[in-house]
């Protein structure tokens, strides 16, 4: 069983950056899809951005294409989310998720195929 871990939200000014970690245990992270998603009060959750398996392909929600890097330390076993020119909108409890992947077709944002989900971190963008 896989487990998955969030941490590195907190409370930044508009304009200002963060790094979520995901830490993977007790599988390799090298061969899951492992996703981002956010859900903000009274909103449903929607899709951040996506790592695939080995070799690692990305995709991004339009809203945060251009701002936000996802990458993967094998090492580690761990998945970031670097999240640059924050805005107020980006507010939200960030979920990480994963997936073994079923066929060879590069990850989705789409949060229906993620078996697996970390707890939550929240994150706080101040106008």
């Known amino acids: 069983q896989l487990q998955l871990v969030e941490s590195g939200g907190g409370l930044v000014q508009s304009g200002g950056s963060l790094r979520l970690s995901c830490r993977v245990s007790?599988?390799?992270?090298?061969?899951?899809?492992v996703g981002w998603f956010r859900q903000a009060p009274g909103k449903v959750r929607e899709g951040v951005s996506c790592?695939?398996?080995?070799?690692?392909?990305?995709n991004y929600a339009d809203s945060v294409k251009g701002r936000f890097t996802i990458s993967r330390d094998s090492a580690k076993n761990t998945v970031y989310l670097q999240m640059n020119s924050l805005k107020p909108e980006d507010t939200a409890a960030y979920y990480c998720a994963a997936v073994w992947p079923s066929d060879p077709a590069p990850c989705t944002v789409d949060e229906s195929p993620y078996e697996y989900w970390g707890q939550g971190s929240q994150v706080t963008v101040s106008s």
């Open positions: 790592i695939s398996s080995l070799p690692g392909r990305t």
């Open positions: 007790r599988r390799n992270v090298d061969y899951y899809n």
